[in-house]
């Protein structure tokens, strides 16, 4: 089992409507949780880190945290075309120390206008 | 803002050569970290350093060393290049604060390519 799996997609959604990214991590005691977009040839940012079990809301993208279930969630309300990127989750396991993330392949997002 | 700067965007060196990938950082952050990017295999750590002259290999050292002389630069260099080196390089540097562990902030990426 990997660290932490993503759907690689594509996943393609209609301009307007929500993007729904799903990550799963296999350390039950890891720590911090974090979502970064990056498009195509460029670096990773980040654009959402959640620490605690339950939803956190930042302008028009909510992650949400279940470690119980073991997965966080990144909700994208009214996508737009510049939301069209890859999405990476990251994850701070337990086991590798305070300062380590381990990341998701990422899942490839097109915004359809 | 936070700024870490990669010192090229792309390089292209030949096979044999000893290739230095600069990274500085202006937010006085502990940490710094070296990563590759290849398609389907996903960002992975091949070095890590948690303050001066301290480094941590990551899971893909083999064919790299890292040097950290100032808190500010952290260096990648492979001893002798090869063509399975041919890579995007991501650096990368985060804070040991309570409030914003574990928050990595990424360098705009080297492309390498290595004939």
């Known amino acids: 089992q990997k660290e932490v799996e993503q759907n690689s997609g594509p996943l393609s959604v209609p301009e307007g409507a929500i993007a729904s990214l799903n990550c799963t991590y296999s350390d039950r005691v890891s720590q911090s949780f974090f979502w970064y977009r990056q498009y195509s040839g460029k670096s990773p940012e980040l654009i959402m880190s959640i620490y605690s079990n339950g939803d956190k809301e930042d302008g028009r993208f909510t992650a949400q945290l279940n470690k119980a279930s073991q997965y966080v969630s990144l909700l994208i309300r009214d996508s737009q075309p510049s939301d069209s990127a890859t999405y990476l989750c990251?994850?701070?396991?337990?086991?590798?120390?305070?300062?380590?993330?381990?990341f998701g392949q990422g899942t490839r997002l097109t915004i359809n206008p | 803002d936070v700024k870490v700067t990669q010192s090229s965007r792309y390089l292209v060196k030949r096979t044999g050569e000893k290739v230095f990938l600069e990274c500085v950082q202006d937010m006085d952050h502990e940490n710094m970290f070296w990563y590759r990017q290849d398609p389907g295999l996903g960002l992975r750590l091949i070095y890590f350093?948690?303050?001066?002259?301290?480094?941590e290999k990551g899971d893909i050292p083999e064919g790299y060393s890292v040097s950290r002389e100032k808190k500010e630069r952290f260096s990648l260099i492979l001893e002798s290049a090869s063509t399975n080196q041919t890579s995007m390089y991501l650096c990368?540097?985060?804070?040991?604060?309570?409030?914003?562990?574990?928050?990595?902030?990424f360098g705009a990426g080297t492309r390498l390519s290595v004939l």
């Open positions: 990368a540097s985060s804070p040991s604060t309570a409030v914003a562990k574990n928050i990595q902030y």
């Open positions: 990251a994850v701070n396991p337990f086991y590798q120390g305070a300062q380590k993330l381990v």
């Open positions: 350093s948690y303050d001066v002259k301290m480094k």
